[in-house]
Protein backbone atom coordinates (compact mmCIF):
# COMPACT_ATOMS: atom_id res chain seq x y z
CA UNK A 1 0.00 0.00 0.00
CA UNK A 2 1.41 3.18 -0.94
CA UNK A 3 1.07 5.57 1.98
CA UNK A 4 0.38 8.97 0.77
CA UNK A 5 2.52 11.98 1.93
CA UNK A 6 1.95 15.82 1.71
CA UNK A 7 1.69 17.29 -1.83
CA UNK A 8 4.79 18.21 -3.67
CA UNK A 9 4.43 20.46 -6.95
CA UNK A 10 7.72 20.51 -9.36
CA UNK A 11 8.29 22.79 -12.00
CA UNK A 12 10.36 21.73 -15.20
CA UNK A 13 11.86 24.56 -16.98
CA UNK A 14 12.16 24.70 -21.19
CA UNK A 15 15.95 23.73 -20.58
CA UNK A 16 15.07 20.80 -18.29
CA UNK A 17 12.82 19.58 -21.69
CA UNK A 18 14.81 20.25 -24.19
CA UNK A 19 14.33 17.11 -25.79
CA UNK A 20 13.30 13.47 -25.46
CA UNK A 21 16.65 12.45 -23.78
CA UNK A 22 16.00 15.39 -20.78
CA UNK A 23 11.77 14.73 -20.83
CA UNK A 24 13.06 11.02 -19.98
CA UNK A 25 15.54 12.39 -17.46
CA UNK A 26 12.75 14.58 -15.97
CA UNK A 27 10.46 11.66 -15.91
CA UNK A 28 13.21 9.64 -13.58
CA UNK A 29 13.49 12.23 -11.20
CA UNK A 30 9.58 12.50 -11.14
CA UNK A 31 9.39 9.05 -10.79
CA UNK A 32 11.91 8.78 -7.45
CA UNK A 33 9.74 11.85 -6.03
CA UNK A 34 6.85 9.75 -5.97
CA UNK A 35 8.37 6.95 -5.35
CA UNK A 36 9.17 8.76 -1.90
CA UNK A 37 5.62 8.81 -1.55
CA UNK A 38 3.79 12.29 -2.57
CA UNK A 39 1.42 13.32 -3.77
CA UNK A 40 2.68 15.16 -7.24
CA UNK A 41 2.10 17.69 -9.23
CA UNK A 42 4.29 18.58 -12.22
CA UNK A 43 4.13 21.81 -13.87
CA UNK A 44 6.25 21.98 -17.50
CA UNK A 45 7.38 25.00 -19.70
CA UNK A 46 7.35 24.34 -23.26
CA UNK A 47 10.51 22.55 -24.75
CA UNK A 48 13.60 24.69 -25.07
CA UNK A 49 12.93 27.37 -27.42
CA UNK A 50 9.85 26.42 -28.63
CA UNK A 51 7.60 29.86 -27.20
CA UNK A 52 10.44 31.84 -29.67
CA UNK A 53 9.58 29.36 -32.77
CA UNK A 54 5.63 30.01 -32.27
CA UNK A 55 6.22 33.57 -32.09
CA UNK A 56 8.51 33.35 -35.44
CA UNK A 57 5.94 31.46 -36.79
CA UNK A 58 2.90 33.58 -36.09
CA UNK A 59 5.04 36.47 -37.19
CA UNK A 60 5.83 34.66 -40.74
CA UNK A 61 2.02 34.55 -40.65
CA UNK A 62 1.17 37.86 -40.18
CA UNK A 63 2.74 40.47 -38.29
CA UNK A 64 -0.22 41.26 -36.35
CA UNK A 65 -0.36 39.51 -33.59
CA UNK A 66 -4.11 38.66 -32.57
CA UNK A 67 -3.68 38.48 -28.96
CA UNK A 68 -6.36 35.68 -28.35
CA UNK A 69 -5.12 33.40 -31.40
CA UNK A 70 -1.42 34.05 -30.51
CA UNK A 71 -2.54 32.93 -26.94
CA UNK A 72 -4.20 29.65 -27.90
CA UNK A 73 -0.99 29.13 -30.46
CA UNK A 74 1.75 29.82 -27.00
CA UNK A 75 0.07 27.58 -24.93
CA UNK A 76 0.61 24.46 -27.05
CA UNK A 77 4.22 24.58 -26.31
CA UNK A 78 3.20 23.35 -22.70
CA UNK A 79 0.78 21.02 -24.18
CA UNK A 80 3.12 19.41 -25.75
CA UNK A 81 5.97 19.15 -23.16
CA UNK A 82 3.34 18.08 -20.31
CA UNK A 83 1.89 15.12 -22.56
CA UNK A 84 5.00 13.74 -23.46
CA UNK A 85 6.49 14.07 -19.97
CA UNK A 86 3.07 11.81 -19.19
CA UNK A 87 3.88 9.58 -21.56
CA UNK A 88 7.63 9.02 -20.82
CA UNK A 89 6.31 8.23 -17.31
CA UNK A 90 3.87 5.96 -18.21
CA UNK A 91 6.27 4.28 -20.21
CA UNK A 92 8.23 3.86 -17.06
CA UNK A 93 5.16 2.20 -15.09
CA UNK A 94 4.44 5.18 -13.31
CA UNK A 95 0.51 6.33 -13.39
CA UNK A 96 0.19 9.63 -15.23
CA UNK A 97 -2.20 12.10 -16.72
CA UNK A 98 -1.54 15.28 -18.36
CA UNK A 99 -3.66 18.37 -18.00
CA UNK A 100 -3.73 21.78 -19.77
CA UNK A 101 -4.22 24.76 -17.63
CA UNK A 102 -8.19 24.74 -17.93
CA UNK A 103 -8.52 21.34 -17.11
CA UNK A 104 -6.17 22.05 -13.91
CA UNK A 105 -8.71 24.90 -13.22
CA UNK A 106 -6.60 27.83 -13.71
CA UNK A 107 -8.84 30.75 -14.05
CA UNK A 108 -7.45 34.24 -14.95
CA UNK A 109 -8.24 37.45 -16.01
CA UNK A 110 -8.66 38.01 -19.62
CA UNK A 111 -5.46 40.24 -20.19
CA UNK A 112 -4.12 38.12 -22.90
CA UNK A 113 -0.72 37.73 -23.00
CA UNK A 114 0.14 38.83 -19.51
CA UNK A 115 -2.78 37.24 -17.68
CA UNK A 116 -3.20 37.09 -13.72
CA UNK A 117 -4.41 34.34 -11.72
CA UNK A 118 -7.46 34.54 -10.60
CA UNK A 119 -8.25 31.73 -9.12
CA UNK A 120 -7.41 28.06 -8.77
CA UNK A 121 -10.15 25.26 -8.91
CA UNK A 122 -8.03 21.99 -7.55
CA UNK A 123 -11.05 19.88 -8.00
CA UNK A 124 -9.28 17.52 -10.64
CA UNK A 125 -6.19 18.04 -9.63
CA UNK A 126 -6.66 16.63 -5.67
CA UNK A 127 -8.77 13.72 -7.35
CA UNK A 128 -6.41 12.56 -9.56
CA UNK A 129 -3.41 13.49 -7.08
CA UNK A 130 -5.41 11.59 -4.26
CA UNK A 131 -5.92 8.54 -6.23
CA UNK A 132 -2.79 7.59 -7.50
CA UNK A 133 -1.84 9.86 -10.49
CA UNK A 134 0.86 12.13 -10.78
CA UNK A 135 -1.00 15.10 -12.32
CA UNK A 136 1.44 17.05 -15.12
CA UNK A 137 0.41 20.39 -15.81
CA UNK A 138 0.74 22.48 -18.48
CA UNK A 139 2.12 26.16 -17.06
CA UNK A 140 2.15 29.41 -18.48
CA UNK A 141 -1.44 29.23 -18.79
CA UNK A 142 -5.42 29.64 -18.29
CA UNK A 143 -8.84 30.42 -19.17
CA UNK A 144 -11.23 33.34 -18.79
CA UNK A 145 -14.47 33.00 -17.92
CA UNK A 146 -15.34 32.59 -21.49
CA UNK A 147 -13.09 29.77 -21.62
CA UNK A 148 -10.94 31.34 -23.72
CA UNK A 149 -7.05 30.25 -23.23
CA UNK A 150 -5.05 33.18 -21.70
CA UNK A 151 -1.16 32.63 -20.74
CA UNK A 152 0.50 34.78 -18.12
CA UNK A 153 3.46 36.07 -19.37
CA UNK A 154 7.43 35.13 -20.58
CA UNK A 155 8.64 33.19 -17.89
CA UNK A 156 4.79 32.28 -16.52
CA UNK A 157 5.63 28.46 -15.84
CA UNK A 158 7.39 29.54 -12.20
CA UNK A 159 3.93 31.35 -11.76
CA UNK A 160 1.89 28.41 -12.70
CA UNK A 161 3.69 25.95 -10.45
CA UNK A 162 3.73 28.46 -6.99
CA UNK A 163 0.00 29.10 -7.85
CA UNK A 164 -1.15 25.39 -7.55
CA UNK A 165 1.85 24.94 -4.58
CA UNK A 166 -0.50 27.55 -3.19
CA UNK A 167 -3.78 26.13 -3.75
CA UNK A 168 -3.13 22.57 -2.76
CA UNK A 169 -0.99 24.12 0.54
CA UNK A 170 1.70 21.83 -0.72
CA UNK A 171 4.73 21.44 1.32
CA UNK A 172 7.62 22.92 -1.09
CA UNK A 173 7.56 24.60 -4.92
CA UNK A 174 10.67 22.69 -6.41
CA UNK A 175 11.35 24.47 -9.54
CA UNK A 176 14.19 22.68 -11.87
CA UNK A 177 16.13 24.58 -14.43
CA UNK A 178 19.61 24.69 -15.81
CA UNK A 179 21.31 26.32 -13.25
CA UNK A 180 22.47 25.41 -9.73
CA UNK A 181 20.37 27.77 -8.19
CA UNK A 182 20.67 31.88 -7.23
CA UNK A 183 24.11 33.42 -7.35
CA UNK A 184 25.31 36.17 -5.70
CA UNK A 185 25.60 37.19 -9.39
CA UNK A 186 24.99 36.63 -12.91
CA UNK A 187 27.85 34.18 -13.33
CA UNK A 188 28.08 35.24 -16.91
CA UNK A 189 29.36 38.17 -15.49
CA UNK A 190 31.15 37.82 -12.43
CA UNK A 191 33.41 34.83 -12.10
CA UNK A 192 33.79 33.96 -8.32
CA UNK A 193 29.95 34.40 -8.59
CA UNK A 194 28.51 31.65 -5.39
CA UNK A 195 25.75 29.86 -5.34
CA UNK A 196 22.99 31.19 -2.38
CA UNK A 197 21.85 28.48 -0.11
CA UNK A 198 18.74 30.20 1.45
CA UNK A 199 17.09 33.55 0.67
CA UNK A 200 13.99 35.53 1.35
CA UNK A 201 11.15 36.09 -0.59
CA UNK A 202 11.79 40.11 -0.50
CA UNK A 203 15.36 39.63 -1.78
CA UNK A 204 14.77 37.07 -4.27
CA UNK A 205 11.87 39.43 -5.44
CA UNK A 206 14.45 42.02 -5.91
CA UNK A 207 16.95 39.55 -7.34
CA UNK A 208 14.49 37.99 -10.08
CA UNK A 209 13.08 41.77 -11.01
CA UNK A 210 16.98 42.63 -11.49
CA UNK A 211 17.70 39.72 -13.61
CA UNK A 212 18.18 35.93 -12.11
CA UNK A 213 15.48 34.13 -13.86
CA UNK A 214 12.52 33.87 -12.14
CA UNK A 215 9.02 34.70 -12.70
CA UNK A 216 8.69 37.37 -9.96
CA UNK A 217 5.29 36.85 -9.59
CA UNK A 218 5.65 33.69 -8.59
CA UNK A 219 8.28 34.79 -5.67
CA UNK A 220 5.44 37.50 -4.79
CA UNK A 221 2.94 34.13 -4.81
CA UNK A 222 5.07 32.02 -3.10
CA UNK A 223 5.80 35.10 -0.23
CA UNK A 224 1.57 35.64 -0.16
CA UNK A 225 0.91 31.34 0.68
CA UNK A 226 4.22 31.18 2.01
CA UNK A 227 5.31 28.24 -0.45
CA UNK A 228 8.94 27.19 0.28
CA UNK A 229 10.55 26.87 -3.07
CA UNK A 230 13.62 25.09 -3.83
CA UNK A 231 15.63 26.25 -7.55
CA UNK A 232 17.90 24.14 -8.79
CA UNK A 233 19.64 22.11 -11.66
CA UNK A 234 17.93 19.14 -12.83
CA UNK A 235 21.12 18.32 -14.49
CA UNK A 236 22.97 17.27 -10.95
CA UNK A 237 21.89 16.61 -7.27
CA UNK A 238 22.65 19.72 -6.15
CA UNK A 239 20.67 20.64 -3.07
CA UNK A 240 20.06 24.43 -5.18
CA UNK A 241 18.70 27.32 -3.26
CA UNK A 242 15.78 27.82 -1.15
CA UNK A 243 13.44 30.51 -0.86
CA UNK A 244 11.56 30.95 2.07
CA UNK A 245 10.57 33.29 4.78
CA UNK A 246 12.19 32.56 7.73
CA UNK A 247 13.29 35.44 9.43
CA UNK A 248 17.48 35.44 9.26
CA UNK A 249 19.03 34.27 12.41
CA UNK A 250 20.99 37.34 14.57
CA UNK A 251 24.47 34.96 13.46
CA UNK A 252 23.56 35.90 9.54
CA UNK A 253 23.35 39.87 10.72
CA UNK A 254 22.71 42.13 7.47
CA UNK A 255 24.82 41.33 4.59
CA UNK A 256 24.39 41.78 0.75
CA UNK A 257 23.26 39.34 -0.29
CA UNK A 258 23.30 39.49 -4.19
CA UNK A 259 24.24 42.60 -7.07
CA UNK A 260 21.57 42.01 -9.69
CA UNK A 261 21.90 43.93 -12.61
CA UNK A 262 18.91 44.62 -15.43
CA UNK A 263 19.77 46.37 -19.14
CA UNK A 264 16.08 46.68 -19.87
CA UNK A 265 16.03 49.81 -19.14
CA UNK A 266 14.73 53.19 -20.78
CA UNK A 267 14.54 56.76 -19.19
CA UNK A 268 12.24 59.13 -20.10
CA UNK A 269 12.49 62.67 -18.89
CA UNK A 270 10.04 65.62 -18.95
CA UNK A 271 11.32 68.68 -18.82
CA UNK A 272 9.73 72.19 -16.90
CA UNK A 273 6.71 70.58 -15.66
CA UNK A 274 4.38 73.07 -13.72
CA UNK A 275 5.12 72.47 -10.22
CA UNK A 276 1.32 72.17 -8.79
CA UNK A 277 -1.16 69.50 -7.61
CA UNK A 278 -2.15 66.61 -9.72
CA UNK A 279 0.64 66.94 -12.33
CA UNK A 280 2.27 63.44 -11.48
CA UNK A 281 -0.85 61.51 -10.86
CA UNK A 282 -2.33 62.75 -14.33
CA UNK A 283 1.21 61.57 -15.93
CA UNK A 284 0.87 58.21 -14.21
CA UNK A 285 -2.81 57.50 -14.21
CA UNK A 286 -2.60 57.54 -17.78
CA UNK A 287 0.51 55.41 -17.90
CA UNK A 288 -0.70 52.89 -15.71
CA UNK A 289 -4.39 52.96 -17.92
CA UNK A 290 -1.64 51.63 -20.70
CA UNK A 291 -0.53 48.95 -18.79
CA UNK A 292 2.63 49.99 -18.40
CA UNK A 293 5.00 49.38 -15.37
CA UNK A 294 6.90 52.53 -13.88
CA UNK A 295 10.07 51.54 -12.08
CA UNK A 296 12.13 54.45 -10.69
CA UNK A 297 10.74 57.50 -10.59
CA UNK A 298 12.09 60.74 -9.62
CA UNK A 299 11.16 64.12 -9.57
CA UNK A 300 13.70 67.28 -8.98
CA UNK A 301 13.15 69.82 -6.14
CA UNK A 302 10.94 72.66 -7.82
CA UNK A 303 12.66 76.24 -9.56
CA UNK A 304 10.73 78.89 -10.18
CA UNK A 305 7.57 76.53 -9.94
CA UNK A 306 8.88 74.30 -12.73
CA UNK A 307 9.78 70.80 -12.01
CA UNK A 308 11.20 67.61 -14.20
CA UNK A 309 10.14 64.10 -13.42
CA UNK A 310 12.09 60.95 -14.66
CA UNK A 311 11.19 57.71 -14.87
CA UNK A 312 12.17 54.49 -15.94
CA UNK A 313 10.14 51.69 -18.07
CA UNK A 314 11.13 48.55 -19.63
CA UNK A 315 12.67 48.95 -22.99
CA UNK A 316 9.68 47.12 -24.78
CA UNK A 317 7.55 49.89 -23.63
CA UNK A 318 9.69 53.25 -23.94
CA UNK A 319 7.83 54.05 -27.51
CA UNK A 320 4.48 53.43 -26.16
CA UNK A 321 5.26 55.42 -22.90
CA UNK A 322 5.95 58.17 -25.34
CA UNK A 323 3.51 58.24 -26.88
CA UNK A 324 1.57 58.38 -23.99
CA UNK A 325 3.47 61.24 -22.62
CA UNK A 326 2.89 63.25 -25.78
CA UNK A 327 -0.91 62.55 -25.46
CA UNK A 328 -0.90 64.55 -22.90
CA UNK A 329 1.54 66.54 -23.14
CA UNK A 330 -0.92 69.65 -23.37
CA UNK A 331 -3.03 68.79 -20.37
CA UNK A 332 0.56 68.56 -18.38
CA UNK A 333 1.72 71.91 -20.23
CA UNK A 334 5.33 70.26 -20.37
CA UNK A 335 7.95 71.41 -22.31
CA UNK A 336 10.06 69.16 -23.10
CA UNK A 337 10.58 65.33 -23.52
CA UNK A 338 13.46 63.05 -24.14
CA UNK A 339 13.39 58.69 -24.34
CA UNK A 340 17.20 57.55 -23.27
CA UNK A 341 17.95 53.56 -23.55
CA UNK A 342 21.40 53.69 -23.03
CA UNK A 343 21.31 53.29 -19.16
CA UNK A 344 20.81 50.16 -16.94
CA UNK A 345 20.22 49.34 -13.55
CA UNK A 346 22.73 48.13 -10.94
CA UNK A 347 21.49 46.78 -7.35
CA UNK A 348 22.41 45.62 -4.19
CA UNK A 349 20.53 43.35 -1.95
CA UNK A 350 20.23 42.02 1.03
CA UNK A 351 17.86 42.12 4.39
CA UNK A 352 18.09 45.22 6.80
CA UNK A 353 20.95 47.02 4.71
CA UNK A 354 18.77 50.49 4.41
CA UNK A 355 19.24 50.33 8.05
CA UNK A 356 22.79 50.10 8.64
CA UNK A 357 24.57 52.63 7.82
CA UNK A 358 27.69 52.39 5.83
CA UNK A 359 26.30 50.10 2.27
CA UNK A 360 25.03 52.93 0.51
CA UNK A 361 28.04 55.30 0.55
CA UNK A 362 30.23 52.24 0.10
CA UNK A 363 28.04 51.38 -3.58
CA UNK A 364 28.78 54.76 -4.37
CA UNK A 365 32.09 55.03 -3.47
CA UNK A 366 32.92 51.76 -5.17
CA UNK A 367 31.06 53.10 -8.44
CA UNK A 368 32.99 56.59 -8.14
CA UNK A 369 36.34 55.10 -8.02
CA UNK A 370 35.62 53.01 -11.12
CA UNK A 371 34.74 56.22 -12.64
CA UNK A 372 31.21 55.09 -13.32
CA UNK A 373 28.61 58.09 -13.40
CA UNK A 374 24.88 57.39 -11.41
CA UNK A 375 22.40 58.76 -13.20
CA UNK A 376 19.51 57.99 -10.95
CA UNK A 377 19.36 56.48 -7.28
CA UNK A 378 16.52 54.90 -5.31
CA UNK A 379 15.99 52.74 -2.56
CA UNK A 380 14.00 49.88 -0.73
CA UNK A 381 14.22 48.45 2.34
CA UNK A 382 16.97 46.03 0.89
CA UNK A 383 18.07 47.05 -1.87
CA UNK A 384 19.97 49.87 -3.01
CA UNK A 385 19.77 50.90 -6.75
CA UNK A 386 22.01 53.07 -9.18
CA UNK A 387 20.69 53.60 -12.99
CA UNK A 388 23.74 53.73 -15.00
CA UNK A 389 25.49 53.57 -18.02
CA UNK A 390 24.81 50.65 -19.96
CA UNK A 391 28.55 49.83 -21.15
CA UNK A 392 29.69 49.99 -17.77
CA UNK A 393 27.15 47.33 -15.97
CA UNK A 394 29.64 44.44 -16.51
CA UNK A 395 32.28 46.34 -14.78
CA UNK A 396 30.24 47.88 -12.24
CA UNK A 397 28.33 44.52 -11.05
CA UNK A 398 32.02 42.87 -10.81
CA UNK A 399 33.20 45.77 -8.68
CA UNK A 400 29.93 45.85 -6.31
CA UNK A 401 30.27 41.66 -6.04
CA UNK A 402 34.33 42.34 -4.58
CA UNK A 403 33.73 45.27 -2.45
CA UNK A 404 30.90 43.09 -0.53
CA UNK A 405 33.19 40.42 -0.40
CA UNK A 406 30.65 38.15 -2.10
CA UNK A 407 32.81 36.36 -3.99
CA UNK A 408 35.28 33.36 -2.61
CA UNK A 409 37.14 33.95 0.07
N1 LIG B 1 7.25 28.85 -22.38
C1 LIG B 1 6.99 30.13 -21.83
C2 LIG B 1 8.13 31.08 -22.15
O1 LIG B 1 9.06 30.69 -22.84
C3 LIG B 1 6.72 30.09 -20.36
C4 LIG B 1 7.83 29.53 -19.51
O2 LIG B 1 8.79 28.96 -20.00
O3 LIG B 1 7.76 29.66 -18.28
O4 LIG B 1 8.11 32.20 -21.77
MG1 LIG C 1 11.76 30.32 -16.72
Redo the contacts with the bound molecule.
Keep these: MRILKGVLVQKY ?2 SSLSDAENIKNAATRIGKTFDDGYRLVVVC ?1 AMGQTTDQLLRLAMSVTPDREPREMDLLLSSGEIISSTLVAMALRAKGYPAISLTGLQAGIRTDGLHGNARIASVDTTRILSEINSGNIAIVAGFQGFTDNFDVTTLGR ?1 G ?2 TSAVALAGALSAERCEVY ?1 DVDGIFTADPKIVADARKIDEITYEEMLELAAYGV ?3 PRSIELGSLYNVPIRISSSFSDQIGTLVHGGIRTMEFGIKVTGVAYDRNVAKITLRRLPDRPGVAALLFERLSAEGISVDTIVQNASLDRYTDISFTVGRDDSDKAMETVRSVAGELDVYDMVADSTLCKISIVGSGMLNAPGYASSMFRALADADINIDMITTSEIRITCIVPELKVEEGVRILHKTFGLGNP
Design positions: GGSGSDTKMH
